[in-house]
């Protein structure tokens, strides 16, 4: 199995959300007392060269940019100092989240299915080995609207690191060859519009850029 093709492979993206200071700041909410994790399906992904489909009826799409750590090895239950082992490598990815469904889900305590997992919610770009990222815990990760930066962060202010998020989530979901774990967002989320086009990367290392258009049918 080839992961540098794992989106074609990859049966789901395993999210963590809540992740960074000041995206929770800037969002109004708590420092969750435990992770908080939500599961986007593999048809939401979508590559370079497709664009990203504002859902009917989403009137506020936020772009999130996230480092996406990549699954090497069938990883259940694994141990925190075992877990970069279960790591193949990483990607740029985007979170798409219509925001007014997920306000709307939050405030009826409803799940957060729709506003995160819809067709293209998850574009990503390229695998990156683990061995061509010296230090995943120090890298810039960036969002540009129109040119625009809008997100600068870096992977250095996550709350819970890389091993501890593949560890925790091994425990409720057997991750698989090819799954992409999204590790969270730093802030400037915003919303974009159809013909708005995005870029977003890690560093230099990666980089993507995909269109914005509405969905027709
Ligand atoms: O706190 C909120 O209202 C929203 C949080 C998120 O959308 C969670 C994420 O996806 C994230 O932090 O990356
Ligand atoms: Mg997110």
């Not at 815990?137 to 709350?159: E, F």
Request: net charge neutral; with cysteine; aromatic share 8%.
């Amino acid at each position: 199995m080839r992961l540098v093709k794992f989106v074609e492979f990859s049966r789901k993206i395993v999210a963590v959300g809540k992740n960074y200071a000041a995206h929770i700041k800037e969002m109004g909410s708590e420092v969750p007392s435990k992770p908080v994790f939500f599961l986007k399906p593999a048809t939401a992904y979508v590559t370079e060269g497709n664009p990203i489909k504002i859902p009917k009826g989403c009137t506020e799409l936020h772009h999130e940019v996230e480092l996406g750590v990549i699954i090497g090895r069938k990883a259940c239950d694994v141990e925190e100092k075992d877990a970069m082992d279960y790591v193949g490598g990483y990607t740029v990815a985007l979170d798409m989240t219509a925001r007014d469904w997920q306000l709307d889900a939050k405030s009826a305590g409803l799940p957060w299915s729709l506003a995160k997992g819809f067709d293209t919610s998850c574009p990503v770009g390229q695998f990156i080995p683990k061995e061509q990222i010296s230090d995943i815990n120090s890298l810039p990760l960036w969002c540009k609207v129109n040119g625009q930066m809008r997100q600068n962060g870096n992977t250095k202010d996550m709350i819970l690191k890389v091993p501890f998020i593949v560890s925790y989530a091994s425990n409720f979901f057997t991750l698989e060859p090819g799954d992409l774990v999204l590790t969270g967002t730093p802030s400037g989320v915003g919303q974009v519009k159809a013909g708005d086009c995005i870029e977003a990367g890690l560093g230099d290392i990666v980089k993507i850029k995909f269109d914005v258009v509405n969905k027709e049918k």
